[in-house]
């Protein structure tokens, strides 16, 4: 592990693999239960709940001692990442920081922004939605964290999401069930942005903490993740109807090969059954659409 104090950056080996860098296009999330220790959660939820005094290891410019105790008091503490024992132990979390020199390449950038969704349990469900200023394509300039510092079983009302809904507008209604991001104290929720996602229900009595935060990517993407030797880009699978096509122009994206992504539409590539008795036609066409990330045309391609 390497951290730049100055440019607020990290790199690492990356941990995760071909078909893990795939899911992820295609599911828009994945789960670290527990993967902080007990002592920096229950640290964490002591800072947050203003029972411990700031101990920035650095004052930024253009801020003063009387700001970080201002914003330390805010619905965005972003001074919690400007104390040492949270930097080494929850963001630079040696499970999460693989993932995230995985997805976004090297010369990670940390947070700057913290946004603490603090419930008093128990609490009805929040309505399904995309979060603000969400962008639908197939770029991946940024991934976003949630970090649960208590336990946070479903009585406690964990963030609830839909695996894939991070590729276009979706809808939900209240009554239909999502994926729990549930776990031990110190689970870390990894996802696109734009994913759907609500507050669960909550049925127990206490107090929800959680963080939300983004990590960024600083170098043009490339596929310098783990490789598997036998990964076929022809034959991987890529998601059902009209999933396929974004799943797949996201994971060429990551592999800094996004200009060579073409489309022929059908049951052709990225698209494939497993009852099909040859690989599908349509790989490597020179000549074809993109997915419509932006849903301007009736067929769902957008000519390049
Ligand atoms: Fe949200």
């Known amino acids: ?90 963001l630079l979390n040696p499970a999460l920081a693989g993932v995230m020199r995985s997805l976004l390449g090297p010369n990670v950038g940390l947070p700057v922004l913290a946004s603490h969704h603090r419930v008093e349990c128990p609490a009805q469900p929040q309505g399904w939605h995309h979060d603000a200023d969400h962008l639908f394509g197939p770029e991946l300039h940024f991934v976003e964290v949630f970090y649960f510092p208590q336990d946070t079983p479903p009585e406690l009302g964990p963030t609830e999401l839909v695996p894939g809904t991070h590729l276009f507008p979706s809808r939900r209604e209240p009554g239909e069930k999502g994926v729990l991001a549930e776990g031990p104290a110190g689970t870390l929720g990894i996802h696109h942005q734009s994913i759907l996602h609500r507050r669960g229900s909550s049925t127990a009595t206490g107090l929800r903490h959680m963080l939300k935060y983004n990590y960024w990517r600083t170098a043009p993407p490339k596929r310098d993740w783990v490789r598997e030797p036998d990964f076929d880009f022809r034959r991987a699978y890529y998601g059902g109807h009209n999933t396929a096509r974004y799943a797949a122009h996201m994971f060429y994206w990551l592999c800094g090969q996004a200009d060579h992504f073409r489309i022929i539409g059908g049951q052709a590539w990225p698209w494939s059954s497993v009852n099909q008795i040859g690989p599908s036609y349509g790989y490597g066409s020179k000549e074809g659409y993109l997915p419509d990330w932006r849903k301007n045309n009736q067929d769902g391609y957008a000519v390049p």
């Open 1 to 90: 592990m390497e951290y730049n104090a100055a440019l607020r950056t990290f790199d690492c080996d990356p941990t995760l693999t071909d078909s893990q860098v795939l899911d992820f296009c295609s599911q828009g999330f994945l789960l670290l239960p527990g993967a902080v220790p007990d002592e920096i959660n229950r640290r964490t939820c002591s800072y947050l709940e203003g029972k411990i005094p700031i101990n920035p290891s650095y004052i930024p410019e253009g801020l003063t001692r009387a700001d970080l105790e201002r914003i330390r008091a805010t619905h965005e503490p972003s001074t919690i990442f400007l104390e040492d024992w949270f930097i080494e132990q929850v």
